[in-house]
C-alpha cells in the first residue's frame, strides 16, 4: 500500500502562479501565519498595464490656458449663468427639433435642455433685474476660458463670454491677473481676440491641421470652469461638421469629453499639444458636465483669429443671393440628375450675384470648379474668399449648366432683410374668381396687387400641405415661369408634364421670406 502525502507549494511557486486577489488564501493555506500573511499582502504592488496617459500634454499645454474674467456696466449676473456655456439650438429651443427625435422626447420626459430646473435655471441671472440697469458701475459679467495664441499676449476666447464686457481680467495658471484689451471680435463664429500688455513671454500654443482630424481620435478640452484653477478632461471627436442652428457657418466639432460650464473659449487639443477645437457649446440635460460639446474647429477660427488680430474684424466674402437646399424633389422638378447644390430664392438687388445676372430659380452647382453640396458649403465657400476676388459660379439654369464670372463683394455688418407686408392678401378679404387647382390640393385666386396669385385654400391631406403651404401665401411663380392666374398655372403644369416631369417647382412667397416647393404633378 502507497501512502498518499499532501505536497504544499513553495511560496516563491504561489507567488509566480496566484493573482493579488487570491494571494493571501493561497498563502493562508500554506500554513503562514494569518498576520504575517495580512503584513505580506498589503506590500505586495502590482505592475499595471500600460494606458494612455494625458500628462505630458497636459504639462505642455496648461500655462497656456487661462481664465477670462469679464465685467460690464449691465447688471450683475448669478453664478449660474456667468459661465455663460450653454445650448438651446440657435436660440429656437427643442422646437427645431422633429417630435419623434430622441432628445425631445428625452426632455420632455426629464425637463427642459437643463434638467427639470432648466427654466428656472436660465431666468435666474440674465438680463436686468426689475426693469432696473445698473447704472455706470462695473459688475461681474460672466467668466469663460481662452488660450495664448502668441508670445506677446494675443489670446482667443469666446464673443459670447465678452460681448458685453467692460473691463476684462486674464487669470494665468499660476493665479497671476492681468489686465487685458478687446482687440476684435466676430459674432458669426463666436470668437474673440483679447491682449495683455506685459514684457514678458507668454507660453502659448498653435492651432492644428484639423482635416486629419478623424471621429474617434482621443483630445483633451483644458479650462477653467469655476475659476477654481485649471481642469483636464479627456474624450474622443464622436463627429465632425455639425450643424447645430447657431449660424450660417456652423461646422462644429462633436466632443464627448465633460467639457465643464466655463469652459466657453477654451481649446481642445490633440495628442500633440495643438488646438482641434475652441469650446463654444455644449448640449446638457443636467445643466452639468455630462452631454456633448461642440468646439469651434481650428480651419475655421485660425482665419477668422489672424484677421481679428490684424484688423480688429473679419471681412467676409458675400454673393448676396438667398438660397434653399436642393432635395430630391426639387432637383426632378428642375431635370437636375440628383440632389444638390445651392436653389436660389432671391438675389438682393444691387449685390454681386445679381450684378453678374444669377437670377431666382437657379441652382449653383459649384465655384471655382469646386462642386456645392448644399447652402451651408456655398455659404462657408464664400465667406472665406476675400473681397474684390473673381470666382467663377456653375449655374444650373432651365435643364443645363451656365458658368457665370462675378466680382466677389464684402458681407455687410447688418444684414438687411426687407419683407412687403402689402404683399399679403389680408385675412378678411374674400378671394375673386377662385379657382380650385384640385391636383395640387390648393385653391387660388388673383393677387390684388397683380403679381402672383394668392393660396386662399390648402387641403390638409394634400402633398402641398405637407410641405408647410398655407392658406394666405402667394404662388409668384411655377418653373421659375411668373404666373399671375391659375390658368398660368395650369398652362405650365400641362407642358411640364409633356417634358416628362412628374414634380413642378413652385416659388412661395410669405411675410417671412420667399421660398421654393417642389409639388408633384398628378398625370390622371
Do not use: C
Request: net charge negative.
Amino acid at each position: 500500500m502507497f501512502k498518499t502525502q499532501t505536497l504544499r507549494p513553495s511560496l516563491k511557486t504561489v507567488l509566480k502562479t496566484t493573482t493579488v486577489a487570491g494571494l493571501a488564501a493561497v498563502m493562508l493555506s500554506t500554513g503562514i501565519p494569518a498576520a504575517v500573511t495580512q503584513s505580506f499582502a498589503a506590500a505586495v504592488k502590482v505592475e499595471a498595464p500600460q494606458v494612455p496617459s494625458f500628462a505630458n500634454v497636459v504639462d505642455a499645454v496648461s500655462p497656456a490656458v487661462v481664465s477670462v474674467r469679464v465685467q460690464s456696466r449691465a447688471n450683475p449676473v448669478s453664478d449660474d449663468a456667468s459661465n455663460g456655456f450653454s445650448f438651446d439650438f440657435g436660440g429656437r429651443g427643442l422646437d427645431q427639433l422633429p417630435d419623434d427625435h430622441p432628445l425631445k422626447r428625452f426632455f420632455k420626459e426629464f425637463g427642459g435642455p437643463n434638467g427639470p430646473d432648466g427654466d428656472r435655471r436660465a431666468e435666474r441671472g440674465h438680463g436686468p433685474r426689475d426693469g432696473k440697469r445698473g447704472g455706470g458701475r462695473l459688475h461681474p459679467s460672466s467668466q469663460g476660458s481662452g488660450f495664448f495664441i502668441s508670445e506677446d499676449g494675443f489670446l482667443v476666447t469666446n464673443n459670447h463670454v465678452v460681448s458685453d464686457g467692460s473691463a476684462f481680467t486674464v487669470i494665468l495658471n499660476d493665479g497671476t491677473e492681468l489686465d487685458a484689451k478687446l482687440v476684435g471680435k466676430d459674432s458669426r463664429t463666436d470668437l474673440a481676440v483679447l491682449k495683455v500688455d506685459d514684457k514678458r513671454k507668454f507660453t502659448y500654443v498653435s492651432f492644428a491641421d484639423d482635416t486629419k482630424v478623424r471621429v474617434g481620435d482621443w483630445v483633451v478640452a483644458v479650462g477653467n470652469p469655476f475659476g477654481l484653477g485649471g481642469t483636464v478632461t479627456s474624450g474622443i471627436v464622436s463627429a465632425r461638421g455639425r450643424d447645430i442652428g447657431s449660424g450660417p457657418y456652423d461646422d462644429y466639432l462633436q466632443v464627448d469629453a465633460a467639457v465643464n460650464r466655463g469652459n466657453s473659449g477654451g481649446p481642445t487639443f490633440n495628442l500633440n499639444g495643438e488646438v482641434v477645437g475652441i469650446n463654444t457649446a455644449i448640449f446638457s440635460p443636467s445643466g452639468g458636465n455630462v452631454g456633448i460639446a461642440f468646439a469651434i474647429p481650428a480651419s475655421v477660427a485660425k482665419g477668422v483669429v489672424e484677421d481679428l488680430m490684424k484688423d480688429g474684424e473679419v471681412s467676409r466674402g458675400w454673393l448676396g443671393v438667398q438660397i434653399q437646399p436642393v432635395d430630391k424633389d426639387v432637383a426632378e422638378s428642375l431635370g437636375l440628375a440628383e440632389a444638390g447644390g445651392a436653389l436660389v430664392v432671391e438675389p438682393q438687388a444691387g449685390s454681386p450675384g445679381e450684378k453678374a445676372g444669377i437670377k431666382k430659380g437657379d441652382v449653383v452647382t459649384a465655384v471655382n470648379g469646386d462642386l456645392i453640396k448644399g447652402p451651408r458649403e456655398l455659404a462657408r465657400m464664400i465667406a472665406d474668399m476675400r473681397p474684390g476676388s473673381t470666382v467663377e459660379v456653375t449655374l444650373w439654369r432651365d435643364g443645363k449648366a451656365e458658368t457665370v464670372k462675378l466680382e466677389i463683394g464684402t458681407l455687410p455688418e447688418d444684414k438687411q432683410a426687407s419683407a412687403d407686408a402689402d404683399q399679403m392678401q389680408p385675412e378678411d378679404t374674400q378671394p375673386s374668381s377662385e379657382k380650385a387647382l384640385a391636383d395640387l390640393g390648393v385653391s387660388v385666386s388673383p393677387a390684388e396687387d397683380g403679381t402672383g396669385v394668392t393660396i386662399s385654400s390648402v387641403d390638409p391631406d394634400s402633398d402641398a400641405s405637407d410641405r408647410g403651404v398655407k392658406e394666405g401665401e402667394k404662388i409668384v411663380s411655377v418653373n421659375n415661369q411668373e404666373v399671375s392666374s391659375a390658368d398660368d398655372i395650369l398652362k405650365v403644369l400641362d407642358s411640364a408634364r409633356k417634358d416628362g416631369r412628374t414634380k413642378a417647382l413652385f416659388q412661395i412667397e410669405a411675410e417671412a421670406g420667399s421660398r421654393f416647393v417642389a409639388l408633384p404633378i398628378n398625370k390622371g
